[in-house]
């Protein structure tokens, strides 16, 4: 058991280095990650404030903004957008796949019927 573990571990390392390279990705920095730390531990002492934010995002979601958002994005963040949605879709079918131990259909017990 404890050597798949390791070997798989160092492919999902080896695998996230090179996402991590290709997408040009960097670490945060120490300050980043103190703010929003601070900002996390002030939400959880402070739970009427997350809700008083989450009312107001929500308010400000409106149909419109988002349709202005994305009528102002450029094709690269299109893009992207576009992979991510592709990525989900995939994982959610595969998922599903799993899930039912087939490719197409449920599974059921009951008798089928002559068509």
Same mark, same amino acid.
């Given at each position: ?16 280095k090179?996402? =991590?390279e %290709?997408?040009k990705m960097?670490?945060?920095?120490v300050? &980043?990650?103190q703010?929003?730390?601070q900002?996390?531990?002030r939400? $959880?002492r402070?739970?009427? %404030?997350? =809700?008083n934010?989450? &009312?107001?995002t929500t308010?400000?979601a409106?149909?419109? !903004?988002i349709?202005?958002q994305?009528? !102002?994005m450029?094709?690269?963040? $299109?893009a992207?957008a *576009?992979i991510?949605? &592709?990525e989900?879709?995939? =994982? =959610?079918?595969? *998922?599903e ?11 059921? %017990? &009951? ?5």
């Open positions: 058991l404890i050597p798949p573990t390791i070997y798989y571990s160092k492919v999902g390392l080896e695998l996230g090179i996402v =991590f %290709s997408q960097s670490p945060p920095s300050p &980043a990650v703010s929003y730390l900002q996390a531990t939400a $959880l402070h739970p009427s %404030s997350l =809700f934010t989450a &009312a107001k308010s400000e409106t149909p419109q !903004n349709l202005s994305v009528r !102002n450029d094709s690269k963040q $299109l992207g *576009g991510v949605l &592709a989900v879709i995939g =994982f =959610f079918s595969v *998922g796949m799993l899930g039912r131990l087939k490719i197409v259909g449920y599974r059921s %017990s &009951a008798a089928h019927a002559e068509h």
